[in-house]
């Protein structure tokens, strides 16, 4: 079973899933909601006896949709993608990116599972995911989405987290106009840098970072290494979709609401967190250039401060937090 393979020839850790275990997943998720369909309408009938002819049907019409379209639909919603049978057989539905689905996603994938599973018993839906190379049914191309599978004993790729300095910098940075796939080719690029050449991985990191300023309406702050500013766009955007997905507090990885990201190991206010240790005159900042977010003198991020030991040019000074603008860009010093 081969991996997700995007477009620009990057394999994703996602494993798509295919026709047996879905097939199950649905037979599992239509015995349950059958099962509480003929209870509903059980007590329909016992409580609309009095009624009309046309009333019941209405009555049961309305129990239809909200049984098997309705109640699927709120399901992968609340559950991120696992109904009942998907979660029995360790399958998931997410978005193109590898993201979680939200309820628009849903829908589309249950009003058109009502034609293709429902109404064709299945037919339509087998014909599409045999048709597919990843085995998507008709719902999942119109909704944009892909059922992959949990259980797959690999270690998946991170994209190594931003340099502390930068950590909230980009709080107020309006990210809704930025398409999946360009937040997919920045994170791939952020996942595999440290393989690519260092001057194709320089260039590769200023073009997708003119692509996300262009799409945000703010210039990305200078000084800044073109990778380490989609580092910290990138955390900022999983910290949003953990307050949607968790309702706040520290999500997944250690993604705090703040924009952050939480130091394994490392106390409240040390160091390592990033923050200032009471006593000390300010928070230690480390080099960028361990994080593979640069080479040289351009990785240090251009005239500033001296280096340490005088070895080449360091960060650029970080304004205090008073000074910053509204945007949470810094201007250049």
């Keep these: 079973m081969s991996e997700l393979v995007t477009g620009e020839a990057v394999a994703l850790e996602l494993r798509p899933a295919r026709l047996p275990s879905r097939a199950l997943a649905v037979l599992l998720d239509l015995a349950v909601a059958m099962a509480v369909y003929v209870a509903v309408t059980v007590a329909l009938v016992a409580a609309t006896a009095s009624l009309d002819a046309a009333a019941q049907t209405a009555v049961s019409i309305a129990a239809f949709v909200l049984v098997l379209v309705g109640a699927p639909v709120a399901v992968e919603t609340l559950s991120h993608g696992r109904s009942l049978g998907k979660m029995a057989c360790g399958l998931r ?126 210039p990305a702050p200078q000084g800044v290494p073109p990778a380490a500013y989609l580092a910290a766009v990138v955390q900022e955007r999983q910290a949003r979709e953990a307050r949607r997905a968790f309702g706040g507090g520290a999500g997944p990885g250690g ?33 960028v250039r361990g994080a593979g977010y640069g080479t040289g003198a351009e990785a240090a991020g251009g005239p500033g401060e001296a280096a340490a030991g005088g070895s080449g040019p360091a960060l650029p000074r970080e304004r205090p937090p008073a000074e910053r603008p509204a945007s949470g860009f810094v201007p250049p010093a």
């Design 255 to 287: 993604v705090t609401p703040a924009g952050g990201a939480a130091v394994a190991g490392a106390a409240p206010g040390s160091a390592a967190a990033g923050s200032p240790v009471p006593g000390s005159a300010a928070p230690v900042r480390p080099d």
């Design 93 to 218: 539905v997410v978005r193109d990116d590898g993201g979680p689905i939200r309820f628009r996603h849903a829908l589309v994938r249950g009003l058109i599972g009502v034609i293709e599973i429902l109404m064709t018993f299945g037919v339509a839906a087998c014909i599409a995911s045999l048709a597919s190379a990843r085995g998507r049914r008709i719902g999942d191309v119109f909704a944009g989405t892909l059922v992959v599978r949990e259980r797959v004993a690999v270690s998946p790729a991170f994209a190594p987290p931003p340099p502390p300095w930068l950590a909230g910098r980009f709080s107020g940075l309006d990210l809704s106009a930025v398409p999946d796939g360009l937040w997919l080719a920045v994170r791939q690029y952020l996942t595999r840098m440290q393989q690519l050449d260092p001057q194709v991985a320089w260039a590769m990191a200023e073009r997708l970072a003119a692509d996300v300023a262009a799409r945000t309406g703010a």
